[in-house]
């Protein structure tokens, strides 16, 4: 079920964003060549708990044990932080963090260059991010789940990017997964009608290569099948008569 939150829980998702957008800032600050996924783990949780009843979203979710997912160059989402998974000169890492408080949640996620990267990897990086405000800007009044997609899709597919199909994004709020699924492709004028009050995590992951996934024996991180490049970025963003409104900002 589709819920629509109020206008104090929507202040309230705004303040938790501003916390995962604080948190994403401070992973930047610190992610250089060296550092393990660890580290930043590290200090993305000591950052969300040093504000007043803010606790990490993914921790315990569904069992993950982490508060980031930190998933490196063919890891799409999910790759779980470890002290044995180090920062290479070149790579780039997929840095995805929620935040609960007062019992709802927000989730961004950006996608990081470790030191310097190909300027084939620099363009996956900013058609991404280009991806992601195509799709924002269709989350209207009036407007359906699938004009969201369809924006993902066209910029993605016309840079010659693959669209990765069996992950979404999704509505959020009391809950980290709520409805409506938000895929990253589809028709225009498909899908549930975007009304005033809905909050939702807009997240395109778009491939160089093929964008058929694998999950590894961990159970957690998904990959490219073909171990091209992936990117991942997200905002959630609230439906309002103004236009869209994103919240995991500073």
């Not at 699938?146 to 910029?155: E, F, K, L, P, T």
């Not at 009304?195 to 590894?216: C, F, R, W």
């Amino acid at each position: 079920m589709i819920t629509l939150k109020s206008p104090r829980e929507i202040e309230i998702m705004g303040r938790a964003g501003r916390i995962v957008a604080g948190t994403l800032a401070r992973i930047r600050e610190i992610l250089r060549p060296g550092l393990s996924t660890e580290d930043l783990d590290a200090e993305a949780e000591r950052f969300i708990r040093s504000h007043d009843g803010a606790v990490p979203s993914f921790k315990g979710l569904y069992g993950f044990p982490k508060t980031l997912c930190t998933s490196i160059d063919e890891e799409i989402v999910h790759g779980i932080p470890s002290p044995r998974r180090m920062l290479d000169e070149g790579s780039i890492v997929s840095v995805d963090v929620g935040v609960q408080l007062e019992g709802l949640h927000a989730d961004s996620a950006t996608t990081i260059p470790v030191g310097e990267i190909e300027p084939e990897t620099e363009r996956l990086l900013r058609v991404t991010q280009e991806c992601l405000a195509a799709g924002i800007a269709e989350a209207r009044l009036g407007n359906h789940v699938g004009d969201i997609g369809h924006a993902v899709q066209r910029v993605a597919e016309s840079a010659g990017y693959g669209v990765v199909r069996e992950l979404v994004g999704h509505g959020i709020g009391t809950q980290f997964h709520e409805e409506p699924q938000i895929p990253n492709y589809g028709a225009p004028k498909r899908g549930p009608r975007l009304l005033d009050g809905m909050t939702l995590a807009i997240e395109p992951m778009i491939t160089v290569g093929s964008p058929v996934t694998k999950t590894l024996q961990d159970k957690w991180t998904v990959v490219t099948a073909d171990g091209s490049l992936s990117a991942h970025f997200e905002h959630t963003v609230v439906v309002t008569a103004n236009g869209p409104r994103i919240l995991t900002t500073t």
